[in-house]
């Protein structure tokens, strides 16, 4: 029994020390999840739809494309603001969640715009595509890929 207690010990002890070798090694490597973000100036809020690239239509568009974010077309509500289905001129299907107003006037400010940039870059199947945002007189909308069956906490 003594015999069999410490072979045990020793065996956990052994694969406990290379478990934390091999997750103090991990977390000392750098870890780049998000491209950098360009170094591009913001564009001039007097246009209506930024993207990149540019896919030719307008926040008149959306609008009819939701019949002016009209509650039927409501896919989704949260704090941040509420997400209606769009389908844009070129047929695609897309999630537009129009951002909640904080009363900030017209400016886009600085970190919206890393936000953006920093979302629209990441890709991984587990996270929705952001394809890309529209500023149109105060109002700010992200466009999304669509997921038909629902959300994650329908799912859930």
Do not use: W
């Not at 509500?77 to 129009?98: D, L, Q, W």
Request: glycine residues 10%.
């Amino acid at each position: 029994l003594g015999k069999t207690i410490t072979i045990i010990s020793a065996v956990v002890g052994g694969v406990s020390l290379v478990l934390i070798i091999t997750i103090i090694y991990f977390m000392r490597q750098p870890v780049d999840i998000v491209a950098p973000l360009p170094d591009e100036p913001f564009p001039s809020p007097v246009s209506d739809i930024y993207f990149s690239p540019r896919e030719g239509f307008t926040f008149h568009n959306l609008v009819a494309a939701t019949d002016n974010f009209d509650d039927s077309f409501v896919i989704g509500k949260g704090a941040c603001g509420t997400v209606y289905r769009a389908v844009i001129p070129t047929g695609h299907t897309v999630a537009v969640k129009k951002l909640a107003s904080h009363g900030e006037g017209n400016n886009i400010d600085d970190s919206f715009h890393a936000e953006i940039s920093t979302l629209g870059q990441i890709r991984h199947r587990n996270i929705v595509k952001l394809y890309g945002f529209c500023y149109h007189q105060g109002s700010n909308l992200l466009l999304y890929e669509y997921m038909g069956r629902g959300s994650l906490g329908q799912l859930l």
